[in-house]
């Protein structure tokens, strides 16, 4: 196995996105007219819901199940939509900077004729306004394959957009590594066959992550000849396929 792509989740793991997030959220709920204020410990604990559609349905159903009959999924996903556009502005107005290491190593990869990729679970738009607002000119070109929110019928824990950008990237899992933030995405990655990395947000740092193929505070000191000896670790002790 020798390793040829690195896929990078986005919301916590590309920059610290989840605060713009939450942010967005309550400024929606406001804007609705609804006394609804996630705070942070709140969030902590929705951000195990992959997706803010998933999210807005899970605490409605849990924190407030009398109101969610009232609550079908279009007018969800109104309120959701003018969410991602609050968080859009934010980002096109504020910018939010990469995390540190992120961009060296892509260009490292990127040098060494790596293919890069990204698999979120939030929307294709957000990930454009970040490529356009936190990373160099021309950068969308920089990789191969990107799958998104639209393109998973389930969000992480679930494989499905690391299998989607899998197969756009026609690469198999076994001579990838993923880079996450977060429990559900490690699941959803280990569940897809990759071989993966962790680097711990700001909202993540106190989960497990069993399975990973190693833990760090960010990507600053890695260099790739570092990334391929895990890479090439992980495949001597992983079963046969
Ligand atoms: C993280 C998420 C996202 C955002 C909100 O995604 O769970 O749902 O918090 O995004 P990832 P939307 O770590 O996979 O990048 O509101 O746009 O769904």
């Known amino acids: 196995m020798t390793l040829k792509a690195l896929i990078f989740d986005v919301d916590g793991t590309l920059a610290e996105t989840e605060e713009a997030h939450r942010a967005a959220f309550n400024d929606a709920f406001a804007a609705a007219g ?37 609550w079908d999924d279009e007018r969800i996903a109104t309120l959701h939509a003018d969410k991602t556009a609050r968080y ?61 929110g639209e393109d998973a019928t389930h969000k992480k824990p679930a494989p499905d957009v690391y299998e989607v950008v899998l197969e756009r990237l026609e690469v198999p899992a076994r001579d990838c590594v993923a880079v996450e933030d977060a429990r559900i ?22 989960e497990e992550f069993d399975g990973a193929l190693a833990v760090l505070d960010n990507l600053a000191g890695l260099r790739l000849d570092r990334l391929r000896a895990l890479h090439g670790a992980a495949g001597r002790t992983a079963p046969a396929p």
């Open 34 to 70: 609804l006394d609804w204020r996630w705070d942070r410990e709140r969030y902590a604990e929705l951000l195990h819901v992959g997706g803010g559609r998933e999210r807005l349905r899970h605490f409605i159903d849990n924190a407030m199940p009398a109101s969610a009959p009232q």
């Open 88 to 148: 859009q502005r934010m980002i096109a107005e504020d910018g939010l900077p990469l995390r540190p290491g992120v961009l060296r190593l892509m260009e490292e990869a990127r040098q060494a004729g790596l293919a890069l990729a990204l698999a979120t679970t939030t929307s294709r738009s957000n990930v454009d306004m970040l490529l356009t607002k936190s990373f160099p000119d021309g950068a969308r070109a920089w990789f191969a394959a990107i799958a998104a």
């Open 185 to 206: 995405g490690l699941e959803a990655a280990v569940a897809a066959g990759l071989p993966t990395l962790v680097t711990p947000s700001t909202y993540t740092a106190g």
